[in-house]
């Protein structure tokens, strides 16, 4: 790993997040455990967890329709409820 460690990690996590839009699970594809949060556009923090390496399934039923991002590590993805 180069000097910019943080950011190539984080960078190699995230590898897949789908569907999107979405409507009651966001499925997340990780090379490695990494926590996320799910913000609303306004900024409000709407889920939290931490998901393993490998497919991953976070549950939205709970979540209004809307924009949010979706961060792990210091990539943020915008999907659509």
């Not at 839009?21 to 939290?48: C, M, Q, R, T, W």
């Not at 998901?51 to 590590?73: E, F, H, P």
């Amino acid at each position: 790993m180069g000097k910019y460690t943080g950011i190539e990690t984080a960078n190699a996590v995230l590898s897949r997040v789908y569907p999107n839009p979405f409507n009651e699970v966001i499925h997340v594809y990780l090379s490695e455990k990494a926590g996320f949060g799910l913000y609303s556009i306004d900024g409000k923090k709407v889920a939290e967890g931490t998901l393993v390496a490998g497919d991953n399934s976070i549950l939205t039923t709970d979540i209004a329709k809307g924009s949010y991002l979706l961060k792990i590590g210091n990539r943020s993805v915008l999907l659509v409820k």
